[in-house]
């Protein structure tokens, strides 16, 4: 039986890390349990403040003549918060954090922030005068104008912020509207903007179709596959069922149609929901669409939002003023307590993991939140994880397919694979096969749009000399520098950067040379070989100012370039249904990865990628080129094969023992001195025999690999060492871990030495 307890009494606190503790009198022994709300004596004067229980234990921290008691346990309502610190509690287990990390992951934070004034651009036009304009500023090829006008079909008002970072509109477009009275400018001091995504002020929901012609009307009819999923889910919820599901539906299936379809049914029974959509897919045009079906009853959130902007959001969804969040990983903590469902969209997507402690997954934290408050969980995608997909198999999961794409006559685009090899036997040197550079020029003919997507992020150029062949290198990672067209040579790890410099730094030689291929490069190459296109780069460089990408997705939306050419980035976002071409120069960099999932990763790319060619009636074109044509990652995205993918992909798995088939641990130990991260390692291996020794043998399938400097030996001036560990049994390997920390405590080293587990 516990005898003390920790207790937070402001959770919306920055100071969160500060519990107090207080002694459990007998007459409550039983009843305190991790995540409840109690009443206790605080401060001078013992006021009753009530608070959270976030921790139990046996022994006192404190003299415990003087600690004080609690007073009472609030029996029976569960608010969101008691619920949210026992997610915390579940986090800091499963993933090995201190509480306070995992409290501060899930506990909105208050912070005192300014009101704003805020500028708002309003119609002064009536629908007719405004339906005017539109056509007037179409018929003369306004792009801006009319896309902005067009906004203003569907709200009333629209903040300026948005307007310019969101809708790309600059000053020059407005100064005329406002001259002719079409708008006006407002300013207000108002409640701070929701969401800084989108409008306030009510839509006009008014179905009076004039939304048809820019986007999806508010709601559509579903077609059979998607009204049977909706079917069976709902009829499931009706019957008290609650469960996860996997919606496996192909690109362009319809599956955020499906979402709302099931959120329909969830608010109606009075629950609320919770939607997750990776940060970059979180676009204009997406949340419009949630807007204009659910109208005042969702709110968004974004990471672009301060803690107070964010807590603000999170205030009213406790309060019940909104019923439907959606947002990227971290909208998942919305303190609701009537949750009724949560949807993960591209639940493979990388991003739903974090990368701080707690290292939690999206999913899986998702998982646990339904399971303890009465929710269901529906994870969508075209390209399931391995790991869902295998609950699914397993019966785990309720599993749905759609195979069709949702609009009637969009059909899945023909996909070629080139090898590369053979086209540089051929003589032919550009990055562009024979069969891209046709067909390239047979779209820019039809002024058709083409999407160039380069599979890798940022830059691979690095300058290197030409004479002994050093590259130039981080002075404090173990990384070359990447060399941008400004002459500038940045650390993509660190930041540092310097000038180019005349000779080389080892030898002396001014020969030094640019290496490898980035997407500015292509984007010379590109307007060299179609002098005439209109060509967008997206990169991070070209959107690392706000709204940066979605600015450029718009421009390429209205059709200001023929070709865009991308990173990763370029695979999420808008629809764009003139797109007819997709070009993935090379499919295989990201093959060999330094990480067990990036056959996965590239399969998933790829497919997505080539699922963004031929959107609508337009037969869609896809090439891929590689070196490895005969990799069954990239057969099976070019054939569309999820099925053959997910055969190999497992054989592959159950052979070298990692996830799903077994469990994996992560040690990763860092630290200025190299000889230190040595250390680590070896006390993490003697407790890890301690461990085997104390095991039965059935347990003692434990496979130990390593350790190994990682990929990128040393970053930031910090050696870094990884030891790897596999268990099918998850409880074993989370036994091992605190055994390894408290070891590694034990020796008091924790500020000359980082260690970091991952589990999964
Ligand atoms: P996914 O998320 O599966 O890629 P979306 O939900 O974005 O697919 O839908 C793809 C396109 O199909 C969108 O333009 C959407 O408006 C359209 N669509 C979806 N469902 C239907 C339907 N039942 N009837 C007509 N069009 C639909
Ligand atoms: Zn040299
Ligand atoms: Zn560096």
Same mark, same amino acid.
């Given at each position: ?97 201190? +509480?306070?990390?995992?409290?501060? /992951? ?5 912070? !005192?922030?300014?009101? @704003? ?13 405004? +339906? ?32 310019? =970072?969101?809708?790309?509109? /600059?000053?020059? /477009? ?5 001259? =002719? ?14 969401? #800084? ?74 629950? !609320? ?82 990368? /701080? ?25 075209? *390209? ?55 067909? +390239?020029?047979?779209?820019?003919? @039809? ?18 000399? #030409? ?16 060399? $941008? ?31 490898? *291929? ?26 690392? @100012? ?27 976002? $808008?629809?764009?249904?003139?797109? *007819? ?26 497919? !997505? ?47 070298? #023992? ?6 994996? +641990? ?70 091992? #871990? ?23």
């Amino acid at each position: 039986m516990a005898r003390f307890a920790d207790i937070i009494i402001d959770i919306t606190h920055e100071k969160v890390d500060r519990p107090f503790q207080y002694r459990i009198p007998d007459a409550l022994q039983g009843e305190i349990t991790v995540g409840c709300q109690v009443d206790v004596p605080f401060g001078r004067g013992d006021q009753i403040r009530s608070g959270y229980v976030v921790g139990l234990s046996d022994t006192p921290s404190y003299d415990p003549e003087r600690l004080k008691e609690i007073l009472k346990v609030h029996a029976g309502t569960v608010s969101a918060g008691s619920q949210l610190i026992k997610v915390a509690w579940w986090m800091k287990e499963r993933y090995g954090s201190t +509480m306070n990390q995992a409290l501060k /992951t899930v506990l909105p934070v208050k912070q !005192q922030v300014k009101q @704003k004034e805020s500028r708002w651009l309003c119609c002064s036009a009536d629908r007719e005068e405004l +339906m005017r304009q539109i056509k007037e500023a179409a018929r003369k090829k306004y792009r801006a104008r009319e896309r902005l006008l067009r906004a203003f079909l569907d709200v009333e008002r629209i903040s300026y912020e948005m307007a310019t =970072q969101q809708l790309n509109i /600059t000053a020059s /477009t407005l100064k005329p509207l406002l001259a =002719q009275k079409v708008l006006r400018l407002d300013s207000s001091v108002c409640y701070r903007d929701p969401t #800084r995504l989108l409008l306030t002020g009510r839509a006009e929901l008014d179905g009076s179709g004039a939304l048809s012609e820019s986007g999806p009307s508010i709601q559509l009819w579903l077609n059979e596959e998607q009204q049977q999923v909706v079917d069976s889910i709902c009829g499931q919820y009706d019957e008290g069922i609650r469960r996860t599901y996997l919606l496996h539906g192909i690109t362009g299936s319809g599956k955020t149609e499906v979402y709302m379809g099931l959120i329909d049914h969830v608010r109606a029974r009075g629950g !609320q929901v919770i939607v997750l959509i990776p940060e970059i897919a979180l676009t204009y045009q997406t949340v419009l669409r949630f807007y204009r079906r659910f109208g005042d009853q969702v709110s968004f959130i974004n990471s672009k939002l301060s803690a107070g902007e964010r807590y603000d959001q999170f205030e009213r969804a406790r309060k019940g003023e909104v019923q439907i969040m959606i947002g990227p990983r971290s909208a998942l903590f919305t303190p609701f307590c009537r949750l009724g469902l949560i949807v993960i969209d591209e639940e493979h997507e990388g991003a739903y993991k974090s990368e /701080t402690m707690p290292r939690y997954h999206a999913r899986e934290v998702a998982e646990y939140m339904a399971a303890s408050s009465g929710a269901s969980l529906v994870l969508g995608s075209a *390209t399931p994880s391995v790991e869902s997909y295998t609950k699914a198999l397993q019966g785990v999961y309720g599993y749905y397919k759609i195979a069709r794409r949702a609009k009637k006559d969009s059909v899945l685009p023909r996909v070629q694979v080139v090898d590369m090899r053979r086209e540089l036997k051929e003589g032919n040197r550009s990055i562009f096969s024979g069969a891209l550079q046709s067909l +390239m020029e047979e779209k820019l003919e @039809k002024r058709e749009q083409i999407m160039l997507f380069l599979n890798r992020r940022g830059y691979s150029r690095f300058l290197s000399c #030409r004479s002994c062949g050093e590259a130039i290198r981080c002075p404090h990672c173990d990384v070359t520098l990447t060399f $941008h067209q400004d002459g500038r040579l940045v650390c993509h790890y660190c930041g540092y950067q310097i000038m180019r410099p005349p000779s080389c730094p080892v030898c002396g030689s001014p020969y030094l040379a640019p290496f490898g *291929t980035g997407t500015q490069k292509i984007e010379a190459q590109v307007k060299e070989a179609f002098p005439k296109a209109r060509v967008l780069r997206m990169d991070l460089d070209t959107t690392s @100012k706000k709204g940066g990408h979605e600015k450029i997705l718009t421009a390429f939306a209205d059709h200001e370039a023929d070709i865009l050419i991308g990173t990763q980035m370029i695979v999420k976002g $808008h629809d764009l249904p003139a797109v *007819t071409l997709v070009g993935i120069l090379a499919a295989d960099l990201s093959l060999y990865a330094p990480d067990f999932r990036c056959g996965e990763r590239t399969f998933q790319l790829l497919t !997505q990628a080539a699922g963004r060619a031929g959107r609508d009636a337009r037969a869609g074109d896809v090439v891929i080129q590689t070196y490895s044509p005969e990799h069954y990652c990239i057969a099976a995205a070019a054939a569309q094969d999820y099925e053959g993918f997910y055969q190999k992909e497992m054989e592959y798995r159950r052979l070298l #023992r990692y996830p799903p088939s077994c469990a994996l +641990m992560t040690l990763l130990a860092g630290s200025p001195k190299e000889e230190m991260a040595q250390k680590a390692m070896e006390l993490a291996q003697a407790a890890i025999g301690d461990c085997l020794k104390m095991m039965t043998e059935r347990d003692a399938d434990i496979q130990m690999i390593g350790p190994v400097n990682a990929a990128i030996y040393k970053l930031n001036d910090i050696y870094r060492k990884i030891l790897y560990m596999k268990c099918e049994n998850y409880a074993i390997l989370i036994q091992i #871990r605190d055994h390894i920390e408290e070891g590694l405590k034990k020796q008091g080293w924790s500020d000359k030495l980082s260690f970091q587990f991952d589990l999964s």
